[in-house]
Structures are given as structure tokens and as C-alpha cells.
């Protein structure tokens, strides 16, 4: 069972910071490969960080010096912190689990309903 939710964003200067959690209402987790993607307006959603069952992490080149993801299977979540954002990273965010790895858009069995990250100049 995977239900996801995130939480964490919102509206933040160039140059702060956030950090996005995704829980998984349902029971299984930690089995799961976890991503986090965007959608900015006008675009297609990319893959911005994902983190397999078993630790392995992705960064989209982007965002590698800025993003850290991170799981926390005891507590059903996964986490994306962003650092120095920029008005580029202006997006709605989305958590997503997968079977698959590595992840990619089409790969990803599950989705959260999104959090929106607006980063002003």
C-alpha cells in the first residue's frame, strides 16, 4: 500500500533554503526506490534527485552542489533538502516510488500530489 504526501514547500528568497518530505501513508516504504521530480510551467517533469532502497543517490547535474536527498525509512519519508535556491528552481515538486531502478518518469508506479516551491528574486 503507498499513498504519498509532501510537504515542505513554499514561497523563499534566492538564496534560502528548503527541505521537502514525502511520507507514504500506507504501510510498505522501504523497499520502494524514491525520486523527487518538478515541473516547472511551459515544461516537461524531470527528475530532479532519487535514492534507491538501499542508500544509492542520483542528482540531476542541475542541482547536485545545492540538493541533498535523504530517507528516513522509520518514518515512512523521504526528504530533498535544497540549498542557494535559485528562481530557476521555481516548480511544483513531486515525490514518487518506483519498483525500478534507476528512476525515470515513465518508471515511477506511484506519485504525491505535489508541493509548490516558489523561489523569488
Known amino acids: 500500500q503507498v499513498q504519498l504526501v509532501e510537504s515542505g514547500g513554499g514561497l523563499v528568497q534566492a538564496g534560502g533554503s528548503l527541505r521537502l518530505a514525502c511520507t507514504n501513508l500506507g504501510r510498505t516504504f522501504g523497499s520502494y526506490n524514491m525520486g523527487w521530480f518538478r515541473q516547472a510551467p511551459g515544461k516537461d517533469r524531470a527528475l530532479v534527485a532519487s535514492i534507491s532502497w538501499s542508500g544509492i543517490t542520483y542528482y540531476t547535474d542541475s542541482v547536485k552542489d545545492r540538493c541533498t536527498i535523504s530517507r528516513d525509512n522509520a518514518k515512512n519519508t523521504v526528504y530533498l533538502q535544497m540549498n542557494n535556491l535559485k528562481p530557476e528552481d521555481t516548480a511544483v515538486y513531486y515525490c514518487?516510488?518506483?519498483?525500478?531502478?534507476?528512476?525515470?518518469?515513465?518508471?515511477?508506479?506511484?506519485w504525491g500530489q505535489g508541493t509548490q516551491v516558489t523561489v523569488s528574486s
Open positions: 514518487a516510488a518506483s519498483i525500478r531502478w534507476p528512476i525515470g518518469t515513465d518508471d515511477a508506479g506511484y
